[in-house]
Every structure is written in C-alpha cells, then in structure tokens.
C-alpha cells in the first residue's frame, strides 16, 4: 500500500493566518492527489483534487500544489470556518490510503 | 442537489453481521464509481472498499476482505456493504462516498458485546 504522511500533526493558527500543511507520499503517484477538510461532526469535504485543482464553490484562499511525492495545501488567509481537520488523500492506486490528519486549532 | 444518505448502522455483537445501505439522488448514480470510507471515533480516515460505476470491478482494504461485501443496485440508485463477522476494531462512522468527491453524513456502526 502506499503510505501518505502529513505534517504537522498540529497546527496553532490566527484568523488571517497564512497556512500550510504538506503530505509526502511513499511512491511517485503523479497528481493524484486529493485535499479535504473535516470540520468537527461532519463529513470531509472535498478541497482540491489533481493535487491543484480547487473544486466546485471553494474559495480561493485554497490553493494546492506538488507532483510525484511531495504536496502542499496552502490556506492564505484563515477564517474562522477553516479552523479543521485536513486529510490529503492519494487515488493513484487501490487501496486508497490518507494522511494522518492535520488540526489546525486556534 | 447531490445527496447520499446512509442507513443500516446500529450496534452489534462481535461476529455478527450488519448490512449498510446509502441512497443517491441528484446526479446519475451509474456514471459513478462509489465507495465506503470509515472513521473509528477520535481516529482518521479510512478506505474500506469501492466498487466500479457497473459493479463488476471491486476493490477491498485487506482487513476487511472475505468479510465485507460491496455492491450496488444502478435501477435503484443504491450503494450497498453487507459487513460479516465484525470485530470490535470495526466499529467507526461508515461514510457513503460519490468517486471521493461527494460524501454522506455517515452511518454508526458499533461493535461491543
């Protein structure tokens, strides 16, 4: 299986906060790469998908980037709705497999 | 507007068995591959099996292999697992999930004795 780290586990973050969350990846998996964010009692919400391709309706303060096996999620300005959980997420291959998870709290 | 809703979950005794059903509307469900993705309570994210858009391809985490069953009905716009055999580590959120794009709320299975 293909085995997805991100990091931080933890992020201690500001409203207006410029942020950023990476994930590397075991294997090259080209782009296939998905970001979701979780808030809390929720189901994932998907962020960006082809490593930098944001999609329906979220805003664009996302932005995502990285081929082969290292990737970046990048919030430029936080709001309060974005203080969350994020997963990235690999498709190249069965079983999909995620990252741990990143908190981003206040 | 898209909309998957899960049901079927509940509490179980380990070794028992359980049968998920999701329900799709608003999109063409058999243009579709879907999955399920679960999350143990506290824990992260994890894939448990997908099945392509005409149910002939199926894809399984290897722990759940032999125990769990995907499938889908296109005539009804249903998503279905059939989870045999459960153990308490098999206890999480069951999520229903368009492609990895669309995800529904999520159906409780608890397995305790």
């Known amino acids: 299986a293909i085995w997805m780290t991100q990091s931080p586990s933890l992020l201690s973050a500001s409203t207006g906060d410029r942020v950023t969350i990476n994930c590397r990846v075991s294997q090259d998996i080209s782009t296939y790469l998905a970001w979701f964010r979780q808030k809390p009692g929720k189901a994932p919400e998907l962020l960006i998908y082809a490593a930098s391709t944001l999609d329906v309706a979220v805003p664009s303060r996302f932005s995502g980037s990285g081929s082969g096996t290292d990737f970046t999620l990048t919030v430029s300005s936080l709001q309060s709705e974005d203080f969350a959980t994020y997963y990235c997420q690999q498709y190249y291959s069965f079983p999909w497999t995620f990252g741990q998870g990143t908190k981003v709290e206040f | 507007e898209v909309q998957v809703v899960e049901s079927g979950g509940g509490l179980v005794q380990p070794g028992g068995s359980l049968r998920l059903s999701c329900a799709a509307s608003?999109?063409?469900?058999?243009?579709?591959?879907m999955s399920w993705v679960r999350q143990a309570p506290g824990k992260g994210l994890e894939w448990v099996a997908s099945i392509e858009e005409d149910g002939n391809q199926k894809h399984y985490l290897d722990s759940v292999k032999g125990r769990f069953t995907i499938s889908r009905d296109n005539t009804r716009n249903s998503l279905y697992l059939q989870m045999n055999s459960l153990r308490a580590e098999d206890t999480a959120v069951y999520h229903c999930?368009?492609?990895?794009?669309?995800w529904g709320q999520g159906a409780r299975v608890t397995v305790s004795s």
């Open positions: 608003g999109f063409t469900f058999s243009s579709y591959l």
């Open positions: 999930v368009r492609d990895f794009d669309f």
